[in-house]
């Protein structure tokens, strides 16, 4: 059976349809994926398990940021998703940023081990129920850990303001004594002639006072 021209660019016209919305729900899916990802683990972010090497992380990062790129995509979310995705993968190019994610993921580990009284070769621990404990106590620690950095901040800023206000008050101090010193220093003429003239009155007096009486 021969296919005609027409119905042959039909199909091919309607399989490009399929792929290219296919390839839109790929790009939706994975957009929802990210903003729904708890962004203080950049590793949920970018879905990739804590200690992958350096080079994961890059590889990860170029196809998913290919993948919902504003540029290539009409989702209105894209631009939200693709600024968190760039942000959690600089996090996880810092060294000491990434080596306290990993420290908090540790210590979620821990925490739940003795929550529940196992040892480290429990065998709850190879169960999926544990891996997803472990994801909602790695969040806790997180979030305990992000409150305790903003409020080392701000007394860390409260503690500059008090010192930034002192050494204000201490500056208006030099400057008052300054101005001091510079008005004492410019009457010092008019000082000096006052002091003479009441010197000179009172030589006039005893001089008058011994005068001989003739």
């Not at 005609?4 to 790929?26: G, R, T, V, Y």
């Not at 894209?78 to 000491?96: H, I, S, V, W």
């Amino acid at each position: 059976m021969t296919i005609k021209p027409e119905k042959a660019d039909d199909d091919a016209d309607a399989l490009d349809a399929l792929d290219s919305e296919e390839k839109e729900f790929k790009k939706d899916e994975e957009i929802q994926r990210i903003l729904r990802a708890f962004r203080l683990d950049a590793y949920a972010v970018l879905d990739l398990q804590p200690g992958v090497p350096e080079s994961d992380i890059k590889k990860c990062y170029r196809a998913k940021s290919l993948l919902i790129h504003p540029d290539k995509t009409s989702n209105s979310q894209a631009p939200d998703a693709f600024d968190r995705l760039k942000k959690a993968q600089t996090e996880l190019m810092d060294e000491k940023h990434r080596e306290r994610l990993d420290e908090a993921i540790a210590d979620a580990r821990m925490l739940l081990i003795r929550e529940n009284k196992w040892t480290t070769d429990s065998e709850e621990l190879k169960m999926e129920q544990f891996a997803k404990d472990w994801r909602e106590k790695t969040k806790l620690v997180l979030i305990d850990n992000e409150h305790r950095r903003r409020r080392q901040i701000k007394a860390q800023m409260q503690e500059e303001g008090r010192e930034q206000k002192k050494a204000g008050e201490e500056l208006e101090q030099r400057k008052r004594k300054r101005e001091h010193e510079q008005d004492w220093e410019s009457t010092r003429e008019q000082r000096i002639g006052s002091w003479r003239d009441f010197q000179k009155g009172g030589e006039k007096k005893k001089k008058k006072k011994m005068k001989p009486i003739g």
